[in-house]
């Protein structure tokens, strides 16, 4: 077993899935999908069991997975003792919400990657906030990308302030910008009730004295843009992903006032590895839009 097989069964228990694991990784699915079964005949145990459309991970898997994230940061420690460059198994791992990984992967990685080729670049996608939050602190990620605010034992580096914006339908007479007031009835895509991120959308609302209804409550992200294609509700997400939207046939308009949100590279409160911290160096040059 060597490293990159390490990385592989780590990116498919955190993603559930081939096909996000793979594209964390930068490989094809069925390279993946291969190289996984590869491993398991080597081994001689099963790692993942099918599940739906995804995988899980086994009983065995558990333990081949704990023990493999455990190694990989003996050598992300191993490496950060290193203040003469970089082998060509450095690795940095960065957390991201699906929101903020177009900006990264957009503009941050590709001036990251072309002063530092030689470093491999690990994208470890979380739900949300929380998601980001506890892939540091788990020690599965070097840093993170994530808007504000995180908790205190957490150190943020503010890299920008996104915008909030309206996704909707085709066909909904509204204005653009959008007056807030308008938000009023209006049936929205929501967090769940009660988790930070609703509470965060909840005191929003109480701020410019409206009231919308939430047409589905959901942590899932992925799952957002679906009842806005169907005409069932619309959404408010950040610019980054207007794009997105709009090649779904989707229609994206400003707030009025306009709604921002602090975007920041976060980390824990210990020495940086020396690839997380030229790659905050490169981040700070610019944002994440």
């Known amino acids: 077993m060597n490293l990159q097989q390490l990385r592989y069964v780590v990116a498919t228990a955190e993603h559930r899935t081939m096909t996000d694991a793979a594209r964390s990784l930068y490989i094809a699915q069925p390279a993946l999908s291969r190289a996984i079964r590869d491993l398991e005949r080597e081994l001689g145990m099963t790692l993942f069991a099918r599940s739906g459309r995804g995988v899980v991970v086994t009983a065995q898997g558990r333990r081949v997975v704990k023990l493999a994230r455990e190694a990989l940061d003996a050598v992300h420690e191993i490496e950060a003792l290193s203040t003469h460059g970089h082998s060509s198994e450095a690795e940095l791992r960065i957390a991201s919400t699906p929101s903020l990984e177009p900006g990264l992967a957009g503009r941050i990685l590709p001036a990251y990657t072309a002063e530092h080729p030689g470093v491999r670049v690990h994208i470890v996608r979380c739900d949300g906030r929380d998601g980001v939050v506890n892939a540091i602190r788990n ?37 653009d910008p959008v007056p807030m007031s308008r938000l009023n009835g209006m049936r929205l895509v929501l967090p769940v009730s009660g988790s930070a991120r609703r509470r965060e959308f909840d005191s929003l609302f109480a701020k410019y004295g409206v009231a919308p209804v939430a047409a589905l409550e959901t942590e899932e992200r992925g799952n957002w843009l679906g009842p806005v294609r169907a005409g069932a509700a619309s959404l408010l997400w950040y610019r980054g992903m207007a794009e997105q939207a709009a090649r779904a046939g989707l229609v994206v308009r400003q707030l009025d006032p ?29 944002s994440a839009a």
């Open 258 to 286: 306009s709604v921002r949100r602090v975007i920041a590279i976060v980390h824990a409160r210990r020495r940086l590895p020396a690839v997380a911290q030229e790659f905050l160096t490169v981040a700070e040059g610019g």
């Open 139 to 175: 020690q599965r990620a070097d840093i993170g990308l994530t808007d504000l605010p995180v908790p205190t034992d957490l150190v943020s580096h503010p890299l920008e302030r996104q915008e909030i914006v309206l996704i909707s339908p085709p066909g909904l007479d509204l204005p």
